[in-house]
């Protein structure tokens, strides 16, 4: 159960697209369709931004998305915003447990 | 409203026993599959474990296989975490979470609660 590889950090400017990369194996990532992405600001609970690779729930931007290739999914932020500071988890299904990704650190210039 | 809030953490010497709750309320509880994620101080998100609608089912990390024990209540719509042989590296704070109708994602979280392991 080892963690998902993700960046420690990203930075853009506010109107910027930016991707976070999260790289697993076959066992995991690339074995599923399964992966989620989470935004966490600080001292806040996370909060699910995609599911099922690509899926975006009902009241998260449409700035907001996710693909996936092999063992690598991607979240991609366009029109980067203040707002969108924050700290970034991937996960993914494996084998009847979870594994989430290191985490990478959103800055915006 | 859909909310899940968390109680029990607090300060446990190691080798001691915690049992966490989680207070589900707004959806019907008893169809969904739940789990527990926990956060070290300073670091990442680690999964613990999760159980599905009728406590057939359940997983854990290796981390925390033997020790820990899910459980939940249907009837007092309560998730449940007993915590046994605690060890100071279990000090993070542990939040529960709903597991998506339909979809792989956890959504909501609780607001987590903190268990601190030290003598």
């Known amino acids: 159960q080892s963690a998902l590889t993700q960046p420690a950090s990203v930075s853009g400017s506010p109107g910027q697209s930016i991707t976070i990369s999260c790289t697993g194996t076959?066992?995991?990532?690339?074995?599923?369709?399964?992966v989620s992405w989470y935004q966490q600001h600080p001292g806040k609970a996370p909060q699910l931004m995609i599911y099922d690779v690509s899926n975006r729930p009902s009241g998260v931007s449409n700035r907001f998305s996710g693909s996936k290739s092999g063992n690598t999914a991607s979240l991609t932020i366009s029109g980067l915003q203040a707002e969108d500071e924050a700290d970034y988890y991937c996960?993914?299904?494996?084998?009847?447990?979870?594994?989430f990704g290191t985490g990478t650190k959103v800055t915006v210039l | 409203e859909v909310q899940l809030v968390e109680s029990g953490g607090g300060l446990v010497q190691p080798g001691g026993s915690l049992r966490l709750s989680c207070a589900a309320s707004?959806?019907?509880?008893?169809?969904?599959?739940m789990h527990w994620v926990r956060q070290a101080p300073g670091r990442g998100l680690v999964w613990v474990s999760r159980i599905n609608p009728d406590e057939s089912s359940t997983s854990y990390a290796d981390s925390v296989k033997g020790r820990f024990t899910i459980s939940r209540d249907n009837g007092k719509n309560t998730l449940y975490l007993q915590m046994n042989s605690l060890r100071a590296e279990d000090t993070a704070v542990y939040y529960c979470?709903?597991?998506?109708?339909?979809?792989?994602?956890?959504?909501?979280w609780g607001q987590g609660t903190l268990v601190t392991v030290s003598s």
């Open positions: 996960s993914s299904y494996t084998s009847s447990t979870y594994v």
């Open positions: 707004g959806f019907t509880f008893s169809i969904y599959w």
């Open positions: 979470a709903r597991h998506g109708s339909g979809s792989s994602g956890f959504d909501p």
């Open positions: 076959s066992s995991d990532v690339g074995g599923y369709n399964y």
